[in-house]
Nanobody
């Protein structure tokens, strides 16, 4: 059974930083490109960043470019999202999934709230 478990969210002030982690199980992690997604209240889920299987290629949504960094450790079956210079509009539930997500692989996500 494939499972993605996100962690690392929380409440942070504008300008602060958080590092999200997503631990994968039940798949051969290293053969899949991975993505971080987010869903804000009342909005559709959107792709924030994605990373290639080996980690050499990354891409970001314009809204987070220069502030967020996606990385992965295939030995630990884990993908990370370093988020710096956080803004209130980054408030959302953050999820990881394959890049080209599968509906049956969504986890619980981790809540990120940016507020003073």
């Amino acid at each position: 059974q494939v499972q993605f478990v996100e962690s690392g969210g929380g409440l942070v002030q504008p300008g602060g930083s958080l590092r999200l982690s997503c631990a994968a199980s039940g798949i051969i992690f290293s053969i899949y490109a991975m993505g971080w997604y987010r869903q804000a209240p009342g909005k559709e889920r959107e792709l924030v960043a994605h990373i290639s299987r080996g980690g050499s290629s990354t891409n970001y949504a314009d809204s987070v470019k220069g502030r967020f960094t996606i990385s992965r450790d295939n030995a630990k079956n884990t993908v990370y999202l370093q988020m710096n210079s956080l803004k209130p509009e980054d408030t959302a539930v953050y999820y990881c999934n394959q890049h080209g997500p599968r509906d049956d692989y969504w986890g619980q996500g981790t809540q990120v709230t940016v507020s003073s």
